[in-house]
């Protein structure tokens, strides 16, 4: 378990105050645990697959599979025989590291044992209070008459979701420490993603993006942090005692734009000693509600994204399954650049109920209607749980992730404009009852047509069993008929 300072000294750059845990262990969580529940109503169906190209001598890329742990929530309002309520969450993740593979090994290492001790520690007595404490209440009208097994275990859910954008944060900042203090002269990048249910957490520092891909539309969830892609973290280098400037060959300026002192292309990383006075490791957070039609997640190094543009790539492999995927991927880069970097990509792939037997899923694949998939919405949570939504998915692939000094998109953001678009801690809830209740409507439409198929069948057994009784009678009838027929003949041959 890393060291719990109380509280955390920030860095001298951090946007946001740093979190304060408590000194105890208030809950458990198991990483590596076999958690998959089977039941529609609590989330999608996984499945996942890495692909990777080395440059020979570098190896700089890691990675995280993590697809089973498990959060253990004690609710006040359960009894002590029913003890903890069981959430499962997964994590990927992708780590570009450079100055050697020393930081990105040590962040593909450490990241998700610091994340659940961090999970261990989070509250916030209030917040939980109302998380535990509405009952039925925390619920809309459609959702009261679901059992009541799956009612708890979505607060238990709510709660988890509510405590990781507060966990994840200082998880960076806890593997940053590392980093810097065993390996000061490497750096990498880390995009990190968590699913709970049919909810997504993403922070990320560096430019190892992730995509989400719905169907309807390629929706970037991480940020991008290229120096020479993001005017608002150009302004907070200089504001920091830093500047912006491209490499000096012989001379002559050249490559990307990179800030100074450390001259790297990235405003914030992890590790990376000596440029740490601009270049920060506090991660953009984001945080998105999946469609109930499922999706395709894609975490990928710049290796991938250097070489081609998210929507070919997503294009390209619609109809591949996530394993097919994943290689494919890595191949379009190796084709279209040669292998000048390293490259690697995960896929997630996240099926609907009933439709995990699938190659692929259904709406990416395109077998949905565009118009039947929900939009899906960015959220930038701060690490207090206190969410703002800002735009759509689509309006933040466009401004490609450039952030203000609020970690927010500097041309979406509500509080940009001045508006007061702090939204209740608990709204999140509605996001993920809508889903929830379209999952209970897909279930209850195909519990329906299960009835009406079974209804069916037992119509058409009980009409078969009368055509087979009426061709039985009809045969005995027959028999009867031909053996007195026998019988009148035998008897007028006697009487001839």
Known sequence: SPSIPSPFTPSP?????????????????????????????????????LGTHVQKGKGEDKWIEGPNNSFFYASPS???????????????????????????????????????????????????????????????????????ADKRFWVAQD?????????????????????QSKHKTSGTTATVVVQVGWELVIASVGDSCAYLDTGAE?????????????????????????????????GIAAGPLRAWPGGLAMSRTLGDYEARSVVIPDPEIRQCT???????????????????????????????????????????????RGLVDDVTVLIVDFFPWGMEKEKTVPAVRGDVLKRDIQKVLIWYPNVNGVTEEVASGSSIYMNNGNSNNNGNPAS???????????????????????????????????RAKEAAAVAAAAEAERRAAIEAEERRLAEEAALRAEQEEREREERERERE
């Open 13 to 49: 750059t951090s946007l946001v105050p740093t979190p304060v845990f408590d000194s105890e262990d208030l809950f458990r969580v198991v990483v590596g645990a076999d958690a998959s529940s089977g039941n529609p109503l609590r989330g999608p169906v996984l499945r996942h697959s």
């Open 412 to 446: 979406t953001s509500k509080s940009a404009q001045g508006n007061n678009a702090a939204t209740s801690p608990l709204l999140f809830r509605e996001r993920l009852n809508e889903r929830r209740m379209a999952v209970c409507a897909t279930i209850n439409e195909q």
């Open 218 to 250: 390629v929706i970037q969830v991480s940020g991008n942090h290229r120096v020479d892609d993001n005017l608002p973290e150009q302004t907070r280098i200089k504001a920091a005692g830093g500047h912006i400037a491209q490499s000096d060959v012989d």
């Open 159 to 179: 709660a988890l979701i509510e405590k990781l954008p507060k966990a994840l944060y200082a998880s960076f900042l806890e593997t940053d420490r590392e980093c």
């Open 78 to 148: 359960l009894s002590a025989s029913e003890n903890e309520i069981e959430v499962p969450f997964s994590a990927f993740a992708v780590f570009d590291g450079h100055g050697g593979r020393q930081a990105a090994l040590l962040a593909s290492k450490r990241m998700l044992p610091i994340l659940a001790s961090f999970l261990q520690k989070s509250r916030d007595s209030a917040k939980m209070a109302a998380l535990t404490s509405l009952g039925d209440d925390a619920f809309p009208e459609a959702l009261k008459t679901e059992q009541e």
């Open 290 to 336: 999946m469609p109930v039609t499922g999706g395709r997640l894609i975490i990928a190094s710049d290796g991938l994204w250097d070489a081609q543009k998210p929507k070919q790539v997503l294009g390209t492999l619609k109809s591949k399954s996530a394993g097919e995927s994943s290689h494919k991927a890595t191949y379009l880069a190796l084709n279209a």
